[in-house]
Each structure stands twice: as structure tokens, then as C-alpha cells.
């Protein structure tokens, strides 16, 4: 396959699983946006054009003119250098353009862009193929987000309508956890190679860590009960001061998407409500109550330089990706067949299922430097505020994802796919 063939296929089978990801879709759900966190579907599908015309067509295509005079304005996220956008809390107000106005530009998008990657030298231009490439993961990250936007624009229907069609229940062998040593030391963090990843992955650096232990599983749900059952969202000696405030002024009780329904405890999921699955990770819990949980189990986060180096040296297993089809965690599988309640000794779901919260603040890493222009917004900028996430999640593409991938969101927030794994430090008479 020739360096043309390889990228025309790989942009379009990223374009193409997009809007894939849309034909469960009714004209009317392309359009709302529920709450601040979200937004609409049609904004995703035209954004991520934009992306592609204003990075590349524009800049690399002589005499190429903008489909549209205002859409650089209508599907701008947060590029301040690029130019004006609107509020992102309006973008739900946008009945125009159509979707099938959007849809239209995307054709157009794509054949441009197909043109240019068939005439450009990407193998002799690395800046451009590193742009090609960026907005090729740029899109995938919206993929997983398109699907959190979804999930939450259905919760708060009132007919909780459904998504996709649920998954039959596969059989399971239920894994029992085990803290998992792992040797510290001088350790080196970060991405090191020439395959592709994001700028705030960049540049490796050495960290010293001292020996911990890791859990060889997420919390689960089962697990999270029992902190809710002995009082965990009402005892606030487990929380941080703006955690606690944060439960208090939300109202929280549970996990977002949880719902107890005539005694029982169901769960909201793209299927539609399930019951509760006892096995299957916890999700949907913010940064402030994974280390609520934490402290009332005797444990702590890991430091997200403890989960890279766990998970770039012990080979762990991985779990369900977007790819699988099930939209929603499932319990753990071992990699080779156990008999029941069977420690694997291995570190399990590292990749897959749930975002993992670490105790880590997004910040830069030494000698961490932005992209030049435009593109130097796309990470660097919102480095405050926010906790680092690693692993991926049910609804990540699994091509999208490495050991180093640096996630973040506010501590506060819970509509993405979100859980966590506990970390202790080594003690002598555990030794």
C-alpha cells in the first residue's frame, strides 16, 4: 500500500465511523443539548470538518474558499488565534444550519481533503502529515464524546429512549482483586517514539517513585455500594473541602446514571436502564468521589506517573473499547482461562472500560513546550483546574489509545466514562 493509499483509507475509515456512530440517530436528537457539559451532535459532525479545512484545506490548497463565510464563527471550539466562536452553552441553539447542510459540507470536506492527501508528499512533509494526523485523533476523541453527549441528552429525556440495542450477557468468571507490587525507582514517563501521540505527552522525562501497590482491578460496583450503604455521601471526613460542597449543593447520592427503581438499583446505559451489574466497573463518578471512596477504604489514588509506569511494564490485559460494541463497562475478563474467584496476578482493565482518576493535576511536564499557533490551544492552554485521567474507556477507540495518553477534566465532572483503581504505599509487614 502506497503512503497516499494508507492515509486516503485511514481518513476515511476515522470519517466514516463518525458518522456511522449517527444513523441510530433521529433528525431531532441531532440538534438539542441538554445541560452545559454536552453538545449537540450536529455541532460535533461540523466541527471536526472545520478542524480539517482550517488547519489544512485552507492553509494548503491554493485559492480554496470556506464552504461557508460563518461556519469558522458556528464551529470554532476555543480557538482564540483562528478567530471568534459562539458561547459553547449555544450551541444547542442553532436549529441552521440543517443537518443535511452539515452532512453537505462534510462531502465536501472529504473530497477536498481526499484530493490533497492524493497530491501532497505527506512521507517528505512532517509537519502536514503530523496536522492530517492530529486531526484524525482530534476526531476520534469526539467519536467518545459524541457517544458521552448522547447517553446524557437520552438520561434526561423523560422516555429514556435508547441508543443502541443491549448486548447480550455474556457468561462470566468473577475475578477476585489482589494488590499487585510494583518497583519504583527511577522511572522514565512520557512518550518516547515516533508513533503518534499528543503534545502534552511530551517530553520524556525521569520521575522517582517509590515502591506502591496497585489493585489488579477498578472499583466496582459491588465495591462502590458498600461505600454508599455505610454512609459515604453523608460523612464528610472522607472528602475534600470542594468535594463536599460539591455533594451537598448537587445533591449527589450515588453515581450519575444510577437509579433505584422499586428497591433496586438500576443503571442507565446506551442500551437503555440495566440492572445493576455488581461486576462491572463503576462509572460515572467524579474525581472528588473516586478519592472520597478512597480514603474510606485506607487507600489513595495512584499518581499518574505510578499508573504510566505500572502500565507500560506489567503488560496488563485490556478491556472493551468502542470497537466491541457494548457502549457500557463490563466486568473484567482474565487473559487466560481461571477457574472462579481465581487471581490472574495480573493487572486487569488497565486499557478499556473506564477512565481511571489519578491524584494527579493536568500540568506540564518539564521542558514542556506548545505547539507553535493555533494548534498550541489544543492542550496546553487548560492546564489548570483540571485531574489527569488514564487508560481509555468503553467508548474510546482502541487505536486512539497508549500507556502515555494524558486525559483531563474537572474534578467535578461525571457525564464522561469515568471510574477508578485504588493505590497504597508499601508497609513494612505487608513486605
Same mark, same amino acid.
Given at each position: 500500500?502506497?503512503?497516499?493509499?494508507?492515509?486516503?483509507? !485511514?481518513?476515511?475509515?476515522?470519517?466514516?465511523?463518525?458518522?456511522?456512530?449517527?444513523?441510530?440517530?433521529?433528525?431531532?436528537?441531532?440538534?438539542? $443539548?441538554?445541560?452545559? /457539559?454536552?453538545?449537540?451532535?450536529?455541532?460535533?459532525?461540523? =466541527?471536526?470538518?472545520?478542524?480539517?479545512?482550517?488547519?489544512?484545506?485552507?492553509?494548503?490548497?491554493?485559492?480554496?474558499?470556506?464552504?461557508?463565510?460563518?461556519?469558522?464563527?458556528?464551529?470554532?471550539?476555543?480557538?482564540?488565534?483562528?478567530?471568534?466562536?459562539?458561547?459553547?452553552?449555544?450551541?444547542?441553539?442553532?436549529?441552521?444550519?440543517?443537518?443535511?447542510?452539515?452532512?453537505?459540507?462534510?462531502?465536501?470536506?472529504?473530497?477536498?481533503?481526499?484530493?490533497?492527501? $492524493?497530491?501532497?508528499?505527506?512521507?517528505?512533509?512532517?509537519?502536514?502529515?503530523?496536522?492530517?494526523?492530529?486531526?484524525?485523533? =482530534?476526531?476520534?476523541?469526539?467519536?467518545?464524546?459524541?457517544?458521552?453527549?448522547?447517553?446524557?441528552?437520552?438520561?434526561?429525556?423523560?422516555? +429514556?429512549?435508547?441508543?443502541?440495542?443491549?448486548?447480550? %450477557?455474556?457468561?462470566?468468571?468473577?475475578?477476585?482483586?489482589?494488590?499487585?507490587?510494583?518497583?519504583?525507582?527511577?522511572?522514565?514517563?512520557?512518550?518516547?517514539?515516533?508513533?503518534?501521540?499528543?503534545?502534552?505527552?511530551?517530553?520524556?522525562? =525521569?520521575?522517582?517513585?517509590?515502591?506502591?501497590?496497585?489493585?489488579?482491578? %477498578?472499583?466496582?460496583?459491588?465495591?462502590?455500594?458498600?461505600?454508599?450503604?455505610?454512609?459515604?455521601?453523608?460523612?464528610?471526613?472522607?472528602?475534600?473541602?470542594?468535594?463536599?460542597?460539591?455533594? $451537598? +449543593?448537587?445533591?449527589?447520592?450515588?453515581?450519575?446514571?444510577?437509579?433505584?427503581?422499586?428497591?433496586?438499583?438500576?443503571?442507565?446505559?446506551?442500551?437503555?436502564?440495566?440492572?445493576?451489574?455488581?461486576?462491572?466497573?463503576?462509572?460515572?463518578?467524579?474525581?472528588?468521589?473516586? /478519592?472520597?471512596?478512597?480514603?474510606?477504604?485506607?487507600?489513595?489514588?495512584?499518581?499518574?506517573?505510578?499508573?504510566?509506569?505500572?502500565?507500560?511494564?506489567?503488560?496488563?490485559?485490556?478491556?472493551?473499547?468502542?470497537?466491541?460494541?457494548?457502549?457500557?463497562?463490563?466486568?473484567?475478563?482474565?487473559?487466560?482461562?481461571?477457574?472462579?474467584? $481465581?487471581?490472574?496476578?495480573?493487572?486487569?482493565?488497565?486499557?478499556?472500560?473506564?477512565?481511571?482518576?489519578?491524584?494527579? *493535576?493536568?500540568?506540564?511536564? *518539564?521542558?514542556?513546550?506548545?505547539?507553535?499557533?493555533?494548534?498550541?490551544?489544543?492542550?496546553?492552554?487548560?492546564?489548570?483546574?483540571?485531574?489527569?485521567? !488514564?487508560?481509555?474507556?468503553?467508548?474510546?477507540?482502541?487505536?486512539?489509545?497508549?500507556?502515555?495518553?494524558?486525559?483531563?477534566?474537572?474534578?467535578?465532572?461525571?457525564?464522561?466514562?469515568?471510574?477508578?483503581?485504588?493505590? !497504597?504505599?508499601?508497609?513494612? /509487614?505487608?513486605?
Amino acid at each position: 500500500m502506497s503512503e497516499h493509499e494508507h492515509w486516503v483509507e !485511514r481518513y476515511q475509515a476515522v470519517r466514516g465511523l463518525t458518522e456511522s456512530l449517527c444513523l441510530p440517530l433521529e433528525p431531532e436528537d441531532f440538534v438539542i $443539548q441538554v445541560c452545559e /457539559d454536552v453538545s449537540p451532535p450536529k455541532w460535533h459532525l461540523a =466541527h471536526t470538518s472545520w478542524f480539517f479545512e482550517t488547519f489544512l484545506l485552507i492553509p494548503e490548497i491554493a485559492g480554496y474558499r470556506p464552504y461557508h463565510p460563518l461556519y469558522s464563527h458556528l464551529f470554532n471550539s476555543y480557538y482564540e488565534q483562528v478567530g471568534s466562536h459562539i458561547v459553547r452553552t449555544d450551541r444547542g441553539h442553532l436549529s441552521r444550519p440543517t443537518l443535511k447542510e452539515i452532512y453537505a459540507y462534510r462531502r465536501h470536506v472529504d473530497m477536498h481533503m481526499v484530493q490533497w492527501i $492524493q497530491s501532497e508528499n505527506l512521507e517528505a512533509k512532517a509537519h502536514l502529515r503530523s496536522i492530517l494526523e492530529l486531526g484524525l485523533h =482530534h476526531e476520534q476523541q469526539h467519536q467518545e464524546l459524541l457517544l458521552m453527549d448522547i447517553k446524557m441528552n437520552f438520561y434526561l429525556n423523560p422516555l +429514556k429512549p435508547s441508543y443502541s440495542t443491549p448486548n447480550s %450477557p455474556q457468561p462470566q468468571v468473577r475475578i477476585s482483586p489482589h494488590w499487585k507490587r510494583i518497583q519504583g525507582g527511577l522511572v522514565s514517563i512520557g512518550h518516547d517514539s515516533e508513533s503518534f501521540a499528543f503534545d502534552n505527552e511530551t517530553p520524556r522525562h =525521569h520521575a522517582w517513585l517509590n515502591d506502591y501497590e496497585l489493585a489488579s482491578l %477498578p472499583v466496582t460496583n459491588e465495591e462502590f455500594l458498600e461505600f454508599m450503604e455505610a454512609g459515604g455521601y453523608e460523612r464528610s471526613e472522607y472528602w475534600l473541602s470542594d468535594g463536599w460542597e460539591t455533594v $451537598q +449543593k448537587q445533591g449527589w447520592n450515588a453515581p450519575l446514571y444510577w437509579d433505584k427503581i422499586e428497591g433496586e438499583w438500576w443503571v442507565f446505559t446506551l442500551s437503555g436502564y440495566q440492572k445493576l451489574n455488581p461486576d462491572e466497573p463503576v462509572c460515572h463518578v467524579s474525581f472528588y468521589e473516586a /478519592d472520597a471512596f478512597s480514603r474510606w477504604a485506607g487507600a489513595r489514588l495512584p499518581t499518574e506517573e505510578e499508573w504510566e509506569h505500572a502500565f507500560r511494564t506489567e503488560w496488563p490485559s485490556f478491556g472493551h473499547f468502542l470497537e466491541s460494541g457494548t457502549f457500557h463497562p463490563r466486568p473484567a475478563s482474565p487473559s487466560q482461562p481461571v477457574a472462579p474467584s $481465581q487471581s490472574t496476578g495480573e493487572l486487569l482493565q488497565g486499557f478499556g472500560d473506564v477512565w481511571e482518576w489519578t491524584s494527579s *493535576p493536568y500540568a506540564p511536564y *518539564p521542558g514542556y513546550k506548545p505547539a507553535h499557533g493555533a494548534l498550541g490551544e489544543y492542550n496546553g492552554k487548560f492546564m489548570s483546574n483540571q485531574m489527569v485521567l !488514564r487508560g481509555g474507556c468503553c467508548v474510546t477507540p482502541k487505536d486512539h489509545i497508549r500507556a502515555t495518553y494524558r486525559n483531563f477534566y474537572r474534578p467535578e465532572k461525571r457525564w464522561p466514562f469515568t471510574g477508578f483503581r485504588l493505590a !497504597r504505599d508499601i508497609k513494612e /509487614d505487608r513486605v
